[in-house]
Nanobody, 124 residues
Framework: QVQLVESGGGLVQAGGSRRLSCAAS????????MAWFRQAPGKEREFVAA????????YYADSVKGRFTISRDNAKNTVHLQMNSLKPEDTAVYYC?????????????????WGQGTQVTVSS
């Protein structure tokens, strides 16, 4: 059984930084695609960033490109999302997700496993 557990959310001022972590367990993730999505109140869940575990290739939504960085720690089976220059519009629940084919797509429907989410609130 795959489990994804997010941590690192909280309250941060605009312009500040926050680092989210996703601890993955239950399988070997070397062939997975991992991603972060977010969902603000009243909005659909949207893609933020993804990484192919095996190659380290990364993908970003235009809205976070240049501000957010996704990375993985092979030894700890953990994926991180470093968020810099945060804006109030980044406020959302952030979800970690994993998919089995290593495509690391931008689509919610392609992901097989999800974490419980962690709230990030950016104050102006």
């Amino acid at each position: 059984q795959v489990q994804l557990v997010e941590s690192g959310g909280g309250l941060v001022q605009a312009g500040g930084s926050r680092r989210l972590s996703c601890a993955a367990s239950g399988r070997t993730f070397s062939s997975y695609g991992m991603a972060w999505f977010r969902q603000a109140p009243g909005k659909e869940r949207e893609f933020v960033a993804a990484i192919r575990w095996s190659s380290g290739t990364t993908y970003y939504a235009d809205s976070v490109k240049g501000r957010f960085t996704i990375s993985r720690d092979n030894a700890k089976n953990t994926v991180h999302l470093q968020m810099n220059s945060l804006k109030p519009e980044d406020t959302a629940v952030y979800y970690c997700a994993a998919e089995l084919s290593s495509r690391a797509t931008t689509w919610v429907r392609d992901y097989d496993y999800w974490g419980q989410g962690t709230q990030v609130t950016v104050s102006s």
